[in-house]
């Protein structure tokens, strides 16, 4: 009961204090700028890429993967790298990060759809939720300055891919 009390004066007391905040301070008698006088800023445009390895950790955490049909899967959460190899951590569902199942997928499996500037993975949301979740213990995200044609050049393209089926008789 105190500390709904006191949530409730600390925010009566921000309302306030903003409110005093927004009082007009012009003394001097002139007039609000008008439209004209205001510094214009141009818009930030946000960069377009023709391909995954143009872009950087900074550029591709954040961004939603989608499947080749075009159905969203997840997004992506951080790029993790161990051994020379680095694979795009995925949170699938959940809220706020809440009830997310993750996997880790290599970042060869991805591609960058430039017409429609979208990262893609030729498989299904279905598909990896059946993939067992990805252990984040321990696991940091690389650099956002990391280039990701670096870290695509040092993925091992002659091992088998994911659930390739290998020969295990002599």
Same mark, same amino acid.
Not at 42 to 57: L, Q, Y
Not at 76 to 103: K, N, P, Q, R
Not at 114 to 130: C, P, S
């Given at each position: ?75 992506? %959460?951080?790029? *993790?790298? #161990?051994? @020379? $190899? &680095? ?68 993925? %091992?393209?002659? *091992?088998? #891919?994911? @659930? $390739? &089926? ?5």
């Amino acid at each position: 009961m105190v500390l709904k009390a006191l949530m409730m004066t600390a925010t009566a007391s921000a309302l306030i204090a903003g409110g005093a905040m927004a009082q007009d301070t012009n003394t001097s008698g002139s007039a609000a700028p008008t439209a004209t006088e205001m510094p214009v800023e141009a818009p930030e445009r946000a960069p377009t890429f023709t391909s995954i390895n143009e872009m950087t950790v900074g550029d591709i955490v954040g961004e939603n993967v989608y499947e080749a049909s075009g159905a969203t899967i997840g997004e992506i %959460d951080y790029i *993790a790298g #161990s051994g @020379g $190899a &680095a694979s795009a951590v995925v949170g699938i569902g959940g809220f706020l990060g809440l009830g997310e199942y993750t996997v880790a997928l290599p970042l060869s499996d991805f591609t960058y759809d430039a017409d429609q500037q979208m990262v893609k993975v030729d498989t299904t949301k279905d598909a990896l939720k059946e993939q067992p979740e990805f252990d984040e213990t321990d696991v940091e995200s690389l650099p956002e300055e990391t280039r990701l044609s670096g870290l695509m050049a040092s993925v %091992d393209t002659t *091992a088998p #891919s994911r @659930g $390739a &089926a290998t020969d295990t008789s002599n």
